[in-house]
């Protein structure tokens, strides 16, 4: 093909892939215009993930009439005039990109009203190009509604995920914001349902408590008290604020820490690891506190330009920034001063559940199936074995036909219990063991796009969750083989997985019910214990390895040991 200059529509469906990746990056778009307008309300509308419709309502300062328009052109904007500008950045937007990026990969209708105006206007853009354009009234705000996403692109189209997935990820990016801004009053909405609302008192707490739940909101400390940015003290020491966890809540990703650099939302792999420091020796390997960090830093200290997408930034000085978050985590920690008012938070949060209808109190209210021991496939590869003992607590020795063998004890047992998960999903009744007391199950607006996509999975393996309010679930039932085991920490596990598809979670959950359930290295078992377990292992398909694919034993042969004795 010889070269030649693209046409404009072309160059604009590009450059918008850069700024609009999914539903969830429109409505952060979207969100941080109504932030960067001074907004105190934000309300999110969204149907079918976001692809059919997303309605962003604020009360923000609005777009004068006869700039209307010119806000749906490349590079239009009110945030920056200058390349010195650039270098002072504090509102979220100044690129110019979002409403004409998005207007060329959707249907955009905008109404808005600015102060000091009789009326405000009307705008449909169809196509990137403006289509109709009228007065009507309004408050004073603005209304910006998207539709069908990525329509004229069936290929972007294809790309996106489930409903669920896009859903998660459009809660999460409000949930960050609500964070953010605590003094902003955020609902959020997806098919009907509100999600998400914050009351934008001004208190982070609040906006924990309603993102995080009552559970983490309870037990975060504050960081950094009210010691704010105060300008060129110290060079360019980083104002931190914010709250983390205390050591008795944790998480089994990284995925609830949460960084903003003046009031931006950002990822940074630098700021987890600086918390994270902040912990060492504190939690259990593989578990991750959760965590809400305010820098404050002059805008000079930090690149925000670095990305079309705003989220990535880059220090002038990493170093510093790494200590200070490290420090005042690390204080918070050591003061373990909660967090003041939490209590009354708490209370009134008592308060608002208690005028929810009474729920009977359930005993075992599913049947205990007993299941039928069929005959088994017998394993091809282990014969039968005669237990010696048990080392380090963690390993059982024993003698085969040939030779020696140590047994993994949980990998082995998480093999069997697999297998037989597995084989009981296939019956029309798993046992299931009712709870004495039903258990209050608190998720994140992230997690609960997730649990709602996998309810029934859930529930085929013998969780009985019903909604209970708010947010929060109860749990009545749970598979008996996770009885008075750490089922909650495996829920969470689940719902905080990236998410795949149907038949992935099954495995998943498959694969964690085993490995929860199974016993864990360090524990003592009795002679019995050791034969039944071994017994077990005969029996399974595959039981040289766990189902997370490591092996369960070591076999060392007759032959090697002669060997290693010099025998032969
Ligand atoms: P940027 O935010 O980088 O300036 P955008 O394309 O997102 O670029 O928006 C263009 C301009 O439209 C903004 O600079 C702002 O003046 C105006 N604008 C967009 N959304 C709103 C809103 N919700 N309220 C008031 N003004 C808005
Ligand atoms: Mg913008």
Not at 190 to 214: K, N
Not at 336 to 356: F, G, H, N, Q, W
Request: proline share 6%; charged share 20%; aromatic share 6%.
């Amino acid at each position: 093909m010889p070269i030649k200059v693209l046409a404009k529509e072309l160059v604009s469906q590009i450059a918008a892939g850069e700024v609009v990746e999914r539903p969830a990056s429109v409505v952060k778009e979207l969100v941080e215009n109504s932030l960067d307008a001074g907004s105190s309300q934000i309300s999110i509308e969204v149907k079918g993930g976001g692809a059919s419709l997303i309605r962003v309502t604020d009360n923000g300062s609005g777009i004068p009439t006869v700039e209307v328009a010119l806000a749906f052109r490349r590079h239009a904007t009110s945030k920056i005039g200058s390349i010195s500008d650039l270098n002072s950045i504090l509102s979220l937007g100044f690129r110019g990109e979002a409403l004409p990026s998005i207007a060329a990969v959707a249907q955009v209708d905008i109404v808005t009203s600015a102060a000091g105006e009789p009326a405000g206007s009307y705008l449909a853009i169809r196509d990137g190009v403006v289509t109709s354009q009228a007065s009507q009234g309004r408050s004073r705000g603005a209304t910006v509604t998207v539709r069908n996403l990525f329509r004229s692109l069936p290929a972007r189209l294809k790309f996106l995920k489930s409903r669920s997935t896009e859903n998660s990820h459009i809660a999460n990016v409000v949930s960050q914001y609500a964070l953010a801004f605590p003094e902003v009053k955020f609902t959020l909405s997806i098919d009907g349902r509100t999600v998400l609302r914050t009351p934008g008192s001004g208190h982070l707490i609040d906006s924990v408590l309603q993102v995080h739940g009552l559970e983490v909101a309870r037990n975060m400390l504050e960081v950094g008290g009210d010691r704010q940015w105060t300008g060129g003290v110290a060079g360019s020491s980083p104002g931190v604020t914010g709250m983390v966890s205390s050591p008795e809540v944790s998480r089994s990703s990284r995925r609830h820490l949460s960084f903003f650099v003046n009031r931006r939302w950002v990822s940074s792999r630098m700021l987890a690891w600086a918390v994270e420091e902040a912990y060492h020796g504190l939690l259990m390997t593989g578990k991750h506190p959760v965590a809400i960090i305010n820098l404050t830093l002059p805008p000079e200290e930090v690149d925000i330009n670095i990305h079309p997408r705003k989220s990535e930034v880059k220090f002038r000085d990493e170093s510093a920034v790494f200590a200070a978050v490290q420090k005042a985590a690390r204080q918070a920690l050591v003061k373990l001063t909660p967090v003041p008012k939490i209590e009354a938070v708490a209370t009134a949060y008592r308060e608002t559940s208690k005028r929810r209808p009474p729920l009977p109190v359930s005993a075992v209210s599913h049947p205990t199936a007993q299941l039928p021991l069929g005959p088994e496939t017998p394993a091809a590869s282990l014969p039968v074995l005669r237990v010696l003992g048990q080392l380090l607590a963690s390993y059982i020795i024993a003698e085969g036909p040939d030779g020696l063998y140590l047994i993994d004890q949980h990998a082995a047992h998480e093999r069997i219990l697999f297998e037989k998960i597995k084989k009981q999903k296939l019956q029309p009744e798993i046992e299931v063991q009712g709870l004495l007391e039903p258990a209050v199950f608190e998720v994140s607006p992230q997690q609960e796009e997730v649990l709602k996509a996998y309810y029934e999975d859930l529930a085929q393996f013998g969780f009985s969750i019903e909604p209970f309010g708010a947010r929060t679930y109860l749990v009545r039932t749970v598979p008996a083989l996770l009885y008075e085991k750490d089922w909650q920490g495996m829920v969470t596990e689940l719902l905080d997985l990236p998410s795949g598809d149907k038949a992935d979670f099954s495995e998943k959950l498959t694969v964690s019910m085993a490995c929860h359930s199974a016993v864990r290295a360090g524990q003592k078992l009795s002679g019995d214990e050791m034969r039944e377990l071994l017994r077990q292992l005969e029996q399974v398909s595959l039981p040289n390895t766990c189902p997370h694919g490591r092996p369960t034993m070591v076999h060392i042969t007759s032959e090697e040991l002669k060997r290693e004795f010099r025998r032969v």
